[in-house]
């Protein structure tokens, strides 16, 4: 599903030169005092050089002054004991078990280019989309293993969405709305308004036969426009805008059934900041702004719909922490996990996928430069965690997309380098995540 871009997005993209590349720490605990630098070579099907750290050593030997009992199991002696959701017997982060014997991503291969990508989708069959800058505008297309299949110079940048058909639709600020062809092929490319006016983008979305688009209303912030297009030719076919006197923050659009929704928060005079899920129908007309008992919640930073028509939301709770919600399709709650991996979290995406598994991706606010992925089973447990940060001081990550391929997840994002003279670098990255 599409997303919001974040603040870090406002630093000017043509500043690329040399990227400095961070390690990579996957798991719930940093690793012991270990540094590493990744080598994988874009496309490859191997996990990157990552840190490891010693595991500690298990023995159960009984020393001088002891009594005979055993020594307790600990985290490194390749033995799961209680408290240990998994013990591999290594300080290996990236390969399913880290070094504190939780459960994390296995990472199955990476992609890493200078520049900087903005949009980010995944293809029904697994083919991965990036839109992105390096240092002109592109559009790239690499199959489920991370390998290049072709890349284009286009007219913008932005939020991606992929049809059945495996139809590329963008949205750009500046550049309106792009489509092409699986191949490639430049399709049709139009305003979002019908001019091409530079009007902030919320989301990017496809349903049966129709293409749905939400930006910020030409000239004010607090108002969104939602408009449904022709995907064949770009032409509107209706726009529905945000009731007045209600001041808006949205941050995603998604397509669920017949119904087109957008999140975020929304506050008026009268009531308030509230959390925001505003619900139109497919001929346009607003049925609600808001759920009917909205939880302790800040707001709503990503939505996707699973194939039963429930929704799943991602957002942050008043005391700033991750919080992800299962609704069924009247929007009564089936759960809501308010404890799910990381504390902080700023989430970018949220997407279900086989098994009602659900993986959201964002940056943890509480830290400088740390990003993580989230795996969720349909109960909304968390599988796994997987963090990503940097020894290095003045390296930022900015998580931006994931997505589920075929018995891949795959992540993508940005990694900021600010150096001693104020430049700022950037490199963006793929990485697929074994799921079974």
């Known amino acids: ?40 070579t874009p496309g490859s099907t191997t996990a990157p050089d990552l840190p490891t750290g010693d595991p500690t050593d298990g023995s159960s030997t009984a020393t001088a002054g002891t009594t005979d009992e055993p020594v307790p199991g600990v985290c490194g002696d390749g033995v799961v004991n209680g408290g240990e959701a998994c013990d591999d017997g290594d300080g290996e982060p990236n390969d399913g078990c880290d070094a504190a014997c939780t459960r994390s991503g296995e990472v199955v291969w990476t992609v890493e280019r200078d520049g900087e990508i903005f949009g980010f989708a995944v293809a029904a069959d697994g083919t991965i ?38 139809q590329i639709y963008m949205l750009s600020k500046f550049s309106g709305v792009l489509a092409f062809a699986p191949d490639s092929t430049a399709l049709w490319h139009v305003g979002p308004d ?14 049966d036969d129709a293409l749905y688009i939400a930006n910020y209303e030409p000239g004010a912030q607090e108002r969104v426009v939602v408009r449904r297009l022709d995907p064949g030719t770009g032409a509107i076919v209706w726009e ?7 001041d808006v923050d949205a941050q995603d659009l998604a397509v669920v059934g017949e119904r087109i929704f957008v999140v975020g928060k929304t506050a008026n005079d009268v009531d308030g900041p509230r959390p925001m899920l505003a619900t139109f129908d497919t001929a346009g007309a607003l049925l609600s702004l808001e759920l009917d008992e909205p939880i302790d919640s800040r707001r709503w930073n990503a939505l996707d719909g699973l194939s039963n028509g429930d929704l799943v939301l991602a957002g942050q709770t008043t005391e700033l922490g991750l919080i992800v919600r299962r609704l069924h399709p009247d929007q009564s709650e089936q759960w809501s996990n308010a404890a799910a991996g990381v504390p902080n979290i700023w989430t970018q995406r949220v997407i279900a996928g086989p098994g009602d598994r659900i993986a ?77």
């Open 360 to 436: 959201a991706i964002g940056s943890d606010i509480g830290k400088d430069g740390v990003g993580a992925v989230n795996l969720h089973d349909g109960d909304g447990a968390l599988l796994w965690s997987s963090k990503f940060s940097s020894p290095e001081e003045d390296v930022n990550e900015d998580p931006i997309g994931v997505g589920f391929g075929p018995g891949v997840l795959v992540a993508g994002g940005n990694i900021w380098t600010e150096h001693e003279n104020n430049n700022i670098t950037t490199t963006w990255w793929l990485r697929g995540f074994a799921l079974d």
């Open 240 to 246: 529905a805008v945000t009731p007045e006197g209600e």
């Open 1 to 40: 599903m599409p997303y919001a871009l974040s603040p870090a997005l406002l630093v000017p993209s043509l500043l690329v030169l040399s990227a400095c590349i961070p390690s990579i720490v996957v798991g719930d605990s940093p690793q012991d005092e270990t540094t590493a630098h990744s080598s994988t």
């Open 194 to 207: 019908g001019e091409l006016t530079p009007n902030p983008p919320v989301g990017i979305d496809v349903g």
């Open 129 to 166: 989309y990036v839109s992105g800058i390096d240092p002109e505008a592109f559009l790239a297309a690499f199959a489920p293993d991370g390998s290049d299949l072709w890349q284009i110079d286009v007219g913008g940048i932005g939020p991606l969405a992929i049809d059945a058909a495996g």
